[in-house]
């Protein structure tokens, strides 16, 4: 699933993040979510982003979202470390935030289908 920013995002892993923004998209970036049940019926998540990191506010948001329109318990969040992904730790930036929400949004999509 997608997780293309819709508005102009700084660029995460360069330090000075809120100076570098991006300006076209080379490369799709998306989030990929596999269920796996084991034989008591318990389901976890695993979700691989492609976001420079996934830290732990971020996970908590995507946890708890992923939860209530899932109920499952058990996620695990892995960030690939591309430095080309929108920043996602910059939370005092409007648009960080609205990203953020976007990305909670998508992973909930994605754990879904």
Request: hydrophobic fraction near 30%.
């Given at each position: 699933m997608s997780l293309?920013?819709?508005?102009?995002?700084p660029i995460g892993g360069y330090g000075n993040e809120e100076h570098?923004?991006?300006?076209?998209?080379?490369?799709?970036?998306?989030?990929?979510a596999v269920a796996l049940t084991d034989?008591?019926?318990?389901?976890?998540l695993l979700f691989s982003i492609d976001l420079v990191n996934a830290d732990t506010?971020?996970?908590?948001?995507?946890?708890?979202?992923?939860?209530?329109?899932?109920?499952?318990?058990?996620i695990y969040i892995s960030a690939v470390h591309s430095h080309a992904a929108p920043s996602v730790r910059r939370t005092d930036m409007d648009c960080i935030c609205r990203y953020n929400?976007?990305?909670?949004?998508?992973c909930s999509r994605a754990a879904v289908e």
């Open positions: 293309n920013p819709t508005e102009p995002i570098r923004f991006h300006e076209a998209i080379g490369q799709d970036i998306t989030v990929t034989k008591r019926n318990e389901t976890i506010p971020l996970c908590q948001q995507i946890r708890q979202r992923v939860f209530e329109d899932t109920g499952i318990e058990h929400a976007f990305v909670c949004d998508h």
